[in-house]
């Protein structure tokens, strides 16, 4: 059963990814200028750039190209950098650990953070606390992702030096100091996340909390944290878990800011540092890659719904 | 809607009293207590408006004048915040800046509302336009709004119009689906389908029927995708994607503050300062016109 439904999902998102990738093809197809003429070099011949143009296929129609790059990347195989030469799946994979340590760190960060912060605000509806919560958020959402890092570098690393200003650890060189690189960029980066995610629990917890089977939790005498966070908490959890899924996109755009902040050598960088020389297949290739990520967490996510609330079925 | 009218009736038909502590609140002092939020994000976006508006006035500094003499000057009375790298008057950049932050917010919620608005209601009343948007749209949104506005920006040439181009694309797909999804509840409505009944064509339809049923949502999201807007522009400018370096946005100016900013922090700073006091008088704003227009939509989001 279970099964089944993974895979009609799975399915469904194979059209989607089609469109993505064919977006991600076309923009190199549309860029200006000729690539064979910019590996030909000031010096070639007509001739010469145009043998470079054939050997490169560019000479064949838009469609043929688009199904031969799409073969090329079910071999994983996502081209070569402009710059250096270089294989564009081997390029990501050598970046992918710090962007996929970051994320995740700042995933549990937010989610730790966020969540109980979202409950109390919404068992204390209209208090102080909540007051104050909602006004955090509303900040959340207006700093940008980069003036969090910066203040954050500024006060911590730079003043009270606590903390290294920047860089990454990859986590062989030891936890601690993986994790002390880690800290000032999880908590910038998950600003947002966490107005997001405190915000949509509270919503999801005060329908929940006006419950009949609530009001009978608190009449059989249950601790207010057990209603909270056993009771009401589970029956909250799928839009909470929806926002988290979704804003996986902020998570992923907020990467390549904050990795600039920080000089963390991830797929940010490796981004930022492309689009400055104008490597375009690193940037296609970075962009399906996140694309897909995006998907497959949000393909989770559905799945999830499923242990979440068993009334749901595929 | 109504609530706020009849809160303007009552209180100037209030007669005036002689007593100060018991003196009713005029009806601007009522609404404001009502809906404090438009009233300090509207408050502080036309102050924004103002500083980009009479800029000239503000500052005599030319943004883009270079005086090597002065480079990297700490502040003082000529240069309120000192100079830049290049000699530039950090001042007159950052109030100039405002210019090109409030008119990429405006223009992408605009570009984006109208697109976002002509797919809604297409997809929402053609079955076969629908399938096919609603794919694209799929598409778009499986990409984040970032990486697809840098991946537009990356292959046209550095302008604030490409800029603003590539976000507006980046946003308009949830525009596009929150029409869509309103056009789709509207359409089942009995004043709608009793106009069908009585063969009033399909643009009446949409005119008088549809669309003002869609705005209190529309403009709730174009405030939102204004706010987003202004912080993609920064980000895009900061990491090198966006407006061209001889423009003095605010994400350029924090972008140039970046190679001294632990000895001169307030380089990265007081542009970061100004633009999130702007993105965030645009996100109160939306909050209250949210909670004003829509008090259902309150429990939402």
């Known amino acids: 059963m279970l099964l089944n439904a993974i895979l009609k999902r799975l399915l469904a998102t194979v059209p989607v990814l089609l469109g993505v990738a064919l977006f991600v093809f076309s923009l190199l197809y549309i860029i200006p200028g000729d690539p064979a003429a910019l590996i030909a070099g000031d010096t070639a011949t007509p001739e010469e750039i145009a043998r470079i143009r054939s050997s490169l296929g560019l000479d064949r129609s838009f469609w043929v190209r688009f199904a031969e790059w799409l073969l090329q990347i079910l071999h994983g195989e996502l081209g070569t950098s402009i710059f250096s030469g270089m294989s564009v799946s081997h390029l990501i994979g050598q970046r992918l650990g710090p962007t996929l340590s970051l994320m995740s760190l700042t995933l549990v960060v937010a989610i730790v953070v966020a969540v109980p912060m979202g409950v109390l605000a919404a068992w204390k509806q209209g208090t102080m606390l909540d007051?104050?919560?909602?006004?955090?958020?509303?900040?959340?959402?207006?700093?940008?992702?980069?003036?969090?890092?910066?203040?954050?570098a500024y006060v911590f690393a730079v003043e009270l030096s606590w903390l290294p200003v920047q860089g990454y650890r990859p986590l062989s060189d030891g936890i601690w100091e993986w994790l002390r690189h880690l800290i000032l960029p999880s908590v910038a980066?998950?600003?947002?996340?966490?107005?997001?995610?405190?915000?949509?629990?509270?919503?999801?917890?005060?329908?929940?909390?006006?419950?009949?089977?609530?009001?009978?939790?608190?009449?059989?005498?249950?601790?207010?944290?057990?209603?909270?966070?056993?009771?009401?908490?589970?029956?909250?959890?799928?839009?909470?878990?929806?926002?988290?899924?979704?804003?996986?996109?902020?998570?992923?755009?907020?990467?390549?800011?904050?990795?600039?902040?920080?000089?963390?050598?991830?797929?940010?960088?490796?981004?930022v540092d492309a689009i400055l020389r104008r490597d375009y297949p690193i940037i296609q290739g970075v962009i399906l890659f996140f694309s897909m990520v995006y998907l497959l967490v949000n393909l989770v996510v559905d799945m999830l719904y499923v242990i979440l609330d068993p009334r749901i079925r595929y | 809607m109504n609530a706020c009218t009849t809160e303007f009736q009552t209180g100037g038909q209030m007669p005036p009293d002689l007593f100060e502590a018991e003196r009713p609140r005029g009806p601007i002092a009522l609404w404001v207590r009502h809906h404090p939020a438009i009233a300090w994000g509207g408050g502080l976006l036309v102050l924004m408006a103002c500083i980009a508006l009479l800029a000239p006035l503000i500052t005599s500094y030319d943004p883009a004048n270079m005086?090597?003499?002065?480079?990297?000057?700490?502040?003082?009375?000529?240069?309120?915040?000192?100079?830049?790298?290049?000699?530039?008057?950090?001042?007159?950049?950052?109030?100039?800046?405002?210019?090109?932050?409030?008119?990429?917010?405006?223009?992408?919620?605009?570009?984006?509302?109208?697109?976002?608005?002509?797919?809604?209601?297409?997809?929402?009343?053609?079955?076969?336009?629908?399938?096919?948007?609603?794919?694209?749209?799929?598409?778009?949104?499986?990409?984040?709004?970032?990486?697809?506005?840098?991946?537009?920006?990356?292959?046209?040439?550095?302008?604030?119009?490409?800029?603003?181009?590539?976000?507006?694309?980046?946003?308009?797909?949830?525009?596009?689906?929150?029409?869509?999804?309103?056009?789709?509840?509207?359409?089942?409505?009995?004043?709608?389908?009793?106009?069908?009944?009585?063969?009033?064509?399909?643009?009446?339809?949409?005119?008088?029927?549809?669309?003002?049923?869609?705005?209190?949502?529309?403009m709730v999201q174009a405030t939102y995708i204004c706010a987003a807007a202004m912080i993609t522009e920064a980000i895009l400018s900061f990491i090198g994607a966006g407006a061209p370096t001889n423009i003095p946005s605010w994400g350029n100016i924090i972008s140039e503050g970046r190679a001294v900013w632990q000895l001169r922090p307030y380089l990265v700073f007081i542009p970061a300062v100004f633009l999130s006091i702007t993105v965030l008088a645009v996100n109160l704003l939306g909050d209250g016109l949210r909670d004003a227009l829509d008090p259902r939509m309150a429990k939402r989001v």
């Open chain 1, 131 to 152: 007051r104050l919560t909602m006004m955090g958020a509303v900040f959340g959402f207006s700093v940008p992702v980069f003036v969090v890092g910066y203040l954050l």
């Open chain 1, 189 to 271: 980066l998950g600003g947002i996340y966490i107005a997001l995610i405190a915000r949509i629990t509270r919503t999801a917890m005060l329908e929940v909390l006006s419950q009949d089977y609530v009001r009978t939790a608190k009449a059989k005498g249950l601790g207010q944290m057990n209603i909270l966070f056993r009771h009401a908490l589970k029956n909250a959890a799928v839009p909470v878990v929806t926002v988290i899924g979704i804003g996986v996109a902020l998570l992923i755009g907020g990467a390549v800011a904050t990795e600039s902040v920080f000089s963390i050598p991830g797929l940010g960088r490796l981004t």
């Open chain 2, 67 to 218: 005086t090597p003499m002065l480079r990297g000057k700490k502040p003082s009375w000529a240069h309120l915040f000192g100079t830049d790298m290049l000699g530039r008057d950090v001042f007159a950049r950052v109030i100039y800046g405002a210019r090109i932050s409030l008119m990429v917010g405006f223009a992408v919620a605009v570009i984006a509302t109208v697109m976002g608005v002509a797919v809604g209601i297409v997809s929402g009343f053609f079955r076969f336009a629908d399938t096919i948007i609603m794919r694209i749209t799929d598409g778009l949104m499986s990409i984040p709004p970032i990486l697809l506005a840098i991946a537009l920006t990356a292959i046209s040439r550095p302008s604030v119009t490409n800029v603003i181009i590539a976000i507006s694309i980046a946003e308009m797909p949830r525009m596009g689906r929150l029409v869509r999804g309103v056009v789709l509840s509207l359409r089942e409505r009995p004043y709608v389908m009793a106009a069908q009944a009585a063969g009033t064509r399909l643009p009446k339809i949409i005119l008088r029927h549809i669309l003002p049923n869609t705005l209190a949502p529309i």
